[in-house]
């Protein structure tokens, strides 16, 4: 189950880095470059997860805390998909 | 042209003006800063050619809000600009959008489509009003909503859809800029 | 339509096919290289592995629950195989053992001890590993279920001692606790030390004794300079025939001895001979890590036309991950001079190997005190020890008691505690497909009830509306 939620943590935490780079670039807030550089943050996460466990073995889960280790990931892809869920929501219902 | 005197250089000739020019085509209702950023120009220079453009009457300005938006003269009418600074934004975008497709709408009507309360919904319709793009009829003692030139709107709907990447990066922009303490 | 207006994609299906299109190479593709680079199948567990009960006193009891696993090797080299049941509470290990490639049958030995203690009756389920050497190779992994049922009553414990089990298998002699196992070989002196781990967790190093050697002492320095000294007499340790003793009457001793002959350096004929006893004793019958002493003796059957006689060994790490330092550290007690330490790669000391230069010579026994000069070179993994014992006044007898032990504070912990998830680098790549489906999936949807807006604004014109 973490390895699925890896490869999510992945793309999504990238392409709400990429929309918040490109919205800075438009807009040149400064809070936008904040932003997406939080978004950044979850991503380079998801690379040295995806770093540690397949490549090159630096991370090794116990079998002891496999569950929170699920649970905090599940937490983290929760976190990126509601945020990207939310640039999608209009103000209207129907 | 109006205003235009021939013996001058064609203003289009220089190619930075040409690029801004284009943009302002491209994307009406495009505010200086992101001029600026998306042709990668510096803000002086940006403001140089602007400024030649507004005096050649060949592109217009409009405070929107926080924004000074331009739009090319010529190719859009004013009422084409309002009605595009409208769909821009969620809220009278959905007030629009529903009054196109239910004319005679009621306050409640409209209410009861979107997710917004009574009172920001009366303050859209007011700037709305005021700005020519609803109007009112009383139809015994009800208030009814009409868009005032809904061939206009449907125009400019179709005409001037933004990509669905411009959109994806204003909703970003508007979630996280609109966030105050 | 003029040039001038925007332009925009066609329709929410080619939009969504361009994010996929794009995405996916750009994600998935460096993901699934990743996999396929990534570690290659070497070894897997066969389906003729079969069972036994073992009752060595004939009392009807068994004191282990023999396990003969099948192993397809691929890729043959060091493998270890481990076997473990009901949450940990059953472990063995074996190994690790040099498998040619094909077929080969492993013994795995689960104490009755342990079985009697923790079993309800009835089948037993077996979680196997075969690990390879090198971590980064997949180990294999699998499940046996027994064919018969089996009671706790059925089941003693082995009458080795408590929580160790000695056993001799072939040329090695193992003594075995729920975390340490040592080996010693008989073809070659030779202490091994193992923990029981999974892949890439076991600490694995030896000491093994290569050689004797008779000098000149030319530079007058006492220790054996291979350069500079003058070989009289020399012998490889593992052309002796080795022999085996064991006393566990107090604790465990088990002694290696063989006659050693010694050839004068050049030629191929022996001239003189010694003998050489190894002896690896602890008074305790637990298995500590600490302080295990593995004496050496040599008693020549006549004197030597040389200074001094040195005994050239190395200790090794086997894991590839331990380095060897010298220097005392960690919770390393011991007074000893010498000490060298293995390090894992964390940092923590695993190991020592230390020993004082005093030592025992004497004619017929080793009685008078004396010194022995030791040189050693550590380069990585792998140390180069040379102790130099004295051969003057008459010295045929040389005694010398170096210690071995591993850290007990860094000793790992027990395997069902310490085992480790495995990864599926697939089901990362699943999981990015479905983000990547997720984000194309939000774009057709919010695209279509657009769209479906638009027409109903369009239908609204062409009717001419109300």
Redesign the interface.
């Known amino acids: ?12 935490s ?2 709400l880095s990429g ?2 780079f ?2 800075y ?5 400064p ?2 470059l904040m ?1 997406s550089f939080a978004f950044l943050l979850f991503l380079i996460k998801g690379l040295y997860l ?1 770093v540690g ?3 090159t ?1 630096w991370v ?5 805390f ?1 569950l929170a280790f699920d649970i905090m990931l599940l937490v983290d892809v929760a976190v990126l ?1 509601t945020l ?5 929501r ?5 | 042209m109006r205003g235009w005197d021939p013996m001058e250089e064609d203003p289009l000739q220089l190619e930075t003006r040409k690029r801004i020019y284009e943009l302002v085509q491209a994307s009406p209702g495009v505010h200086f800063r992101e001029i600026s950023r998306r042709l990668g120009l510096p803000m002086g220079v940006v403001e140089y050619h602007l400024n030649f453009l507004l005096k050649r009457e060949m592109i217009v300005d409009r405070k929107e809000g926080r924004y000074r938006r331009y739009y090319a003269e010529g190719k859009i009418g004013s009422r084409e600009k309002r009605v595009l600074s409208y769909l821009r934004k969620d809220i009278p975008r959905g007030i629009l959008m529903h009054v196109m497709l239910h004319p005679g709408a009621r306050h409640r009507d409209i209410k009861g489509d979107l997710d917004i309360s009574g009172s920001t919904l009366s303050f859209h319709i007011q700037r709305m009003m005021e700005d020519e793009v609803l109007k009112e009829e009383d139809e015994g003692g009800t208030r009814r909503f009409y868009v005032v030139d809904p061939d206009s709107v449907s125009r400019t709907l179709i005409l001037y859809r933004r990509s669905f990447m411009d959109k994806l990066v204003d909703s970003f922009t508007e979630t996280w800029l609109d966030l105050e303490l | 339509m003029p040039s001038h207006y925007p332009r925009y994609l066609d329709g929410p299906s080619s939009r969504a096919i361009s994010v996929i299109a794009v995405a996916l190479p750009l994600f998935i593709l460096p993901m699934f290289l990743l996999v396929v680079s990534g570690a290659p199948m070497v070894v897997s567990l066969g389906s003729s592995t079969t069972e036994r009960l073992e009752d060595n006193d004939g009392d009807g009891l068994a004191e282990f629950l023999v396990l003969d696993v099948d192993i397809e090797v691929f890729e043959p080299g060091a493998y270890g195989l481990h076997g473990s049941a009901l949450d940990g509470a059953v472990t063995a290990n074996a190994g690790p053992l040099d498998l040619p490639m094909g077929s080969s049958k492993v013994e795995l030995r689960f104490s009755g001890s342990a079985l009697s203690r923790s079993i309800t009756g009835g089948p037993i389920s077996f979680d196997l590993e075969v690990f390879p050497r090198d971590p980064s190779s997949n180990s294999a992994k699998g499940t046996y279920r027994t064919m018969e049922d089996y009671m706790p009553e059925q089941f003693e414990a082995p009458s080795s001692g408590t929580g160790v089990e000695v056993r001799i298998l072939g040329m090695e002699v193992l003594i075995e606790s729920k975390v340490l196992r040592l080996s010693i070989n008989t073809t070659l002196p030779q202490i091994t030390f193992t923990y029981s781990g999974g892949s890439g967790d076991s600490t694995r190093s030896t000491i093994r004794y290569l050689e004797v050697v008779a000098y000149e002492d030319k530079n007058g320095n006492a220790v054996f300079d291979q350069g500079t000294d003058l070989k009289k007499y020399e012998a490889p340790l593992n052309t002796v025939d080795w022999s085996l003793r064991t006393d566990f009457s107090q604790g465990y001793e088990i002694s290696l001895h063989g006659v050693v002959p010694l050839r004068l350096s050049g030629s191929a004929t022996a001239v003189a001979w010694a003998k050489m006893t190894f002896t690896y004793r602890s008074r305790s019958l637990l298995l500590e890590g600490w302080g295990q002493k593995f004496d050496i003796d040599l008693e020549l059957w006549q004197p030597l036309d040389a200074d001094r006689i040195a005994v050239v060994h190395e200790l090794r790490d086997l894991s590839g991950e331990q380095t060897i330092e010298k220097g005392k550290g960690g919770s390393v007690q011991t007074d000893d001079p010498n000490v060298l330490r293995l390090i894992s790669p964390r940092g923590l000391t695993t190991g020592i190997y230390s020993w004082s230069d005093e030592i025992s010579v004497g004619e017929a026994s080793p009685q008078t005190p004396s010194r022995a000069n030791t040189t050693f070179t550590v380069d990585g993994h792998v140390a180069s020890i040379i102790f130099s014992y004295p051969l003057s006044g008459g010295t045929l007898s040389i005694h010398h008691d170096p210690v071995i032990g591993m850290d007990p504070a860094n000793m790992p912990k027990e395997r069902n505690q310490m085992g480790f998830l495995s990864n599926k680098p697939l089901a990362m790549i699943i999981g990015s497909a479905i983000g990547v489906l997720i984000v194309a999936g939000t774009v057709v949807f919010r695209s279509w009830s657009e769209r479906r807006e638009q027409r109903a604004l369009i239908d609204r014109e062409r009717k001419g509306g109300d």
């Open positions: 189950m973490k390895d699925l939620l890896v490869g999510l943590l992945l793309v999504l990238l392409v929309i918040g490109l919205s670039r438009r807009s040149g807030s809070r936008l932003v995806a466990l397949y490549l073995h090794k889960v116990p079998r002891g496999a998909m990207y869920l939310a640039l999608f209009k103000q209207r219902v129907r």
